[in-house]
T-cell receptor, first 113, second 116 residues
Framework: DAKTTQPPSMDCAEGRAANLPCNHS???????VYWYRQIHSQGPQYIIH???NNETNEMASLIITEDRKSSTLILPHATLRDTAVYYC??????????????FGSGTRLLVRP | KAGVTQTPRYLIKTRGQQVTLSCSPI?????VSWYQQTPGQGLQFLFE???????NKGNFPGRFSGRQFSNSRSEMNVSTLELGDSALYLC???????????????FGPGTRLTVL
């Protein structure tokens, strides 16, 4: 699975959009981009995933560049409860593949009041 | 639908002892993975089970083992505990490991193991 690079920390004001970047320049054609977050001392929480099209759900939007070498997770209206470590993970999906996530260091997002 | 449950939530053991942690996946999920999280190493994959078979294993010593039962519940065992085994152990489940449309993995709250 491809390696990802994320800034170690970011902050944003409550109510504003939080844009978290991720570089995955070695991504292969069959690899998906997943985003998880971990609020202190809890298990990671799935946010969103995508292959090449932009995706949106009730939590966030995922923008993947056309060359798929980078992506951005957007939290449209960040709240204090969004303060967490955000992990960008690239994972190949094959019918015979086991489920193994390789977590990097992630981005520690601090939402300021 | 109930989430992933892990028991116990907290555990204190001494060096040399062994420990067994339990994980009940979301109903209908057949894939269960285990992860170890420490401040120094972050989140690291231990192993994954699907239909009672270990499909993948991380880079951990043989003291770490696991199994999965026919009802998809899973246990992991750590023998001859060392101080460095103190960590948050997380279990995660998913409905099907290789779904081409992509599927998410749901994590439990973890078991915090302290080795004294």
């Amino acid at each position: 699975d491809a390696k990802t690079t994320q800034p170690p920390s970011m902050d944003c004001a409550e109510g504003r959009a939080a844009n978290l970047p991720c570089n995955h320049s070695t991504i292969s054609g069959n690899e998906y981009v997943y985003w998880y977050r971990q609020i202190h001392s809890q298990g990671p929480q799935y946010i969103i995933h995508g292959l090449k099209n932009n995706e949106t759900n009730e939590m966030a939007s995922l923008i993947i560049t056309e060359d798929r070498k980078s992506s951005t997770l957007i939290l449209p209206h960040a709240t204090l409860r969004d303060t967490a470590v955000y992990y960008c993970i690239v994972r190949a999906l094959r019918m015979d593949s086991s489920y193994k996530l390789i977590f990097g260091s992630g981005t520690r997002l601090l939402v300021r009041p | 639908k109930a989430g992933v449950t892990q028991t116990p939530r907290y555990l204190i053991k001494t060096r040399g002892q062994q420990v067994t942690l339990s994980c009940s996946p979301i109903s209908g999920h057949r894939s269960v993975s285990w992860y170890q999280q420490t401040p120094g190493q972050g989140l690291q994959f231990l192993f994954e089970y699907f239909s009672e078979t270990q499909r993948n294993k991380g880079n951990f010593p043989g003291r770490f083992s696991g199994r999965q039962f026919s009802n998809s519940r899973s246990e992991m065992n750590v023998s001859t505990l060392e101080l460095g085994d103190s960590a948050l152990y997380l279990c995660a489940s998913s409905s099907y490991p290789g779904s081409p449309a992509g599927n998410e993995q749901f994590f439990g709250p973890g078991t915090r193991l302290t080795v004294l």
